[in-house]
């Protein structure tokens, strides 16, 4: 069986609250991590915030008897808090949590052994992750996008006199996706060996963080509020644009469709789909149960303190670390201060 040991006396309650943290820290990361790292040009955060996933599922896995269930309930909650804490995010952004969460959930219940689990686990995750966003490409610049990119690559190497049928896009869809493929699979052996690293370097992590004045994150919501009528008048005219833009495909000629149908088809994701699909998850929530409800709670209780902990943990990974080595340390960082800084 799959099993991370936090020590000999660790209760059953004591795991509960870990999974809550775990649970949180995956919603901060859907919700409001990728805004830090961009703040602070951290590169790939694509890849980032996909394996950080990952990284939680698979934690979430070894403490809980029911792994299952567990990794259901956890990805139940990273959904709601991201409708939540989130609003502007995509009905994409959704159905990948809830894939990641529903992958974890069978490879870490069905298969028996973590080095089999975690990288099977991590390397379909990843998968689904890379054909996500080129469906996605598709919808908003159409297949017109793909064959300016063949065109535009033939043509270079007919200049070169080198005649061929190749065709870049394919290969580059390919190549993309087997490259999110084996991160996901290094990630899942990574993650599976994580728990010894955690508990050999907490006591360090905690006491360097203590001795460290924390600056305080400053809140950037500066929200300001829109008359209901501006609002109505607004939506009417995104939607009266896309309706048209759908309806006559002859307007401004082929390349001027092509540039009015991907902000079309932007705009129809933003204010048409992600409105209805909030609408709808907002209906669904409030028929959720009570403690399904206490558990929404208690994660949304934790968010502040751990939203704290991002900063000082990403600066002690830079005092100590360049390169990849600087992000691993600061996912081991971060997740050792949410789980025991206070049990220190």
Not at 26 to 49: D, N, Q, R, V, Y
Not at 73 to 86: C, D, I, Q, R
Not at 136 to 164: N, P, Q, R, Y
Request: charged share 15%.
């Amino acid at each position: 069986m799959i099993t991370f040991v936090l020590s000999d006396s660790k209760s059953m309650e004591q795991k509960s609250t870990s999974i809550a943290k775990l649970t949180a820290l995956w919603a901060l990361s859907e919700s409001g991590l990728g805004g830090f790292m961009h703040a602070f040009k951290i590169p790939f955060t694509g890849f980032f915030l996909g394996g950080f996933a990952i990284v939680i599922i698979t934690l979430i896995a070894g403490l809980a008897k029911n792994k299952m269930a567990a990794i259901l309930k956890a990805t139940l909650l990273v959904v709601l808090v991201k409708a939540a804490a989130s609003p502007h995010s995509p009905p994409m952004a959704y159905i990948a949590v809830a894939f990641q969460g529903s992958i974890g959930a069978i490879c870490y219940g069905v298969l028996p052994s973590i080095k089999i689990a975690g990288p099977l686990f991590g390397g379909v995750a990843l998968l689904e992750s890379a054909i996500q966003k080129f469906l996605v490409m598709t919808l908003i610049f159409g297949k017109s996008l793909w064959e300016a990119i063949d065109l535009f690559v033939l043509g270079i190497l007919k200049d070169l006199h080198l005649h061929t049928n190749f065709s870049f896009s394919y290969w580059l869809i390919c190549t993309y996706t087997l490259i999110y493929v084996i991160w996901g699979l290094v990630l899942g052996w990574w993650s599976s060996a994580l728990w010894s690293r955690i508990l050999l370097n907490k006591s360090n992590i905690i006491h360097t963080f203590e001795t460290l004045q924390q600056p305080k994150l400053a809140d950037m919501s500066n929200k300001k509020q829109t008359s209901k009528w501006k609002k109505l008048l607004g939506f009417a005219g995104i939607l009266s644009f896309i309706i048209t833009i759908f309806l006559f495909n002859d307007l401004g000629g082929k390349a001027g469709y092509a540039i009015l149908r991907t902000i079309a088809a932007l705009l129809m994701i933003w204010f048409v789909i992600n409105p209805i699909f909030k609408w709808l998850l907002q209906q669904w929530i409030k028929r959720k149960s009570s403690e399904q409800q206490q558990g929404l709670t208690e994660v949304l209780s934790l968010l502040p303190e751990l939203k704290m902990y991002v900063q000082p943990a990403f600066n002690m990974a830079k005092q100590q670390h360049n390169g990849v080595k600087r992000y691993s340390t600061f996912v081991l960082n971060l997740i050792t201060l949410a789980l025991f800084r206070h049990e220190a």
